[in-house]
């Protein structure tokens, strides 16, 4: 596999297993990669994924992932949503800018994210776990703070809450 990852990294061939040698490319990056995020809020209650693969796998998490070519920072995060959580949902305000580097245990950076999570309100749709989630479920405020979250994901995520509940 590592002769196949070096060789569709050198050459740009994505054909056959794109999927998994995208995933791949995440790992040990040589810049950056943008992601965002959805604080879907709805009823008092905010939607959270449980992660399905690394980074994070199996933690509860901010629905959201890799912006792709050619689409805006909310398009992005509305799709993501769509695709994690089955709710279509409209992007409205920016809520923050954060920066995610994870290192492994020789202090390597494994995965360097700058991440923008967006406050969106629910149009339609069911939530369920779908695409690279593992489960999705709604929470109320007093549930997230009994959650294993990183300060800037459960600070974003009040705030969301904050700003509808007001």
Same mark, same amino acid.
């Given at each position: 596999?590592?002769?196949? &990852? ?6 740009? $061939?994505?054909? #056959?297993?794109?999927?998994? +040698? ?8 040589? &810049? ?15 939607? +959270?994924?449980?992660?399905?693969? =690394?980074?994070? /796998? ?10 792709? +070519? ?9 799709? @993501? *949503?769509? #695709? %994690?959580?089955?709710? =279509?949902?409209? =992007?409205? @305000? /920016?809520?923050?800018?954060?920066? &995610?580097? /994870?290192? !492994? ?8 994210? $700058? +991440? ?12 369920? *776990? *779908?695409? !690279?989630?593992? !489960? ?5 405020? %007093?549930?997230?703070? %009994?959650?294993? /979250?990183?300060?800037?994901? *459960? ?12």
């Amino acid at each position: 596999m590592h002769k196949v &990852r070096c060789f569709a990294e050198r050459f740009g $061939v994505f054909s #056959e297993g794109a999927e998994v +040698l995208r995933m791949i490319k995440r790992e040990y990056p040589d &810049r950056p990669m943008v992601g965002v995020g959805a604080i879907i809020v709805d009823g008092g209650r905010v939607a +959270l994924v449980k992660r399905g693969q =690394a980074p994070l /796998l199996g933690e509860w998490s901010i629905p959201g992932g890799m912006l792709e +070519l050619r689409e805006t920072l909310r398009q992005g995060a509305e799709r @993501e *949503a769509l #695709e %994690e959580t089955g709710l =279509a949902v409209r =992007a409205t @305000e /920016l809520l923050g800018v954060f920066d &995610r580097v /994870l290192l !492994d245990d020789e202090k390597q950076c494994q995965y360097h994210y $700058v +991440l923008i999570d967006f406050l969106c309100e629910r149009i339609s749709g069911d939530l369920h *776990a *779908a695409g !690279d989630a593992a !489960d999705a479920r709604w929470f109320k405020v %007093e549930e997230i703070s %009994e959650l294993p /979250l990183s300060e800037d994901t *459960a600070s974003v995520i009040r705030m969301g809450l904050e700003k509808v509940v007001r």
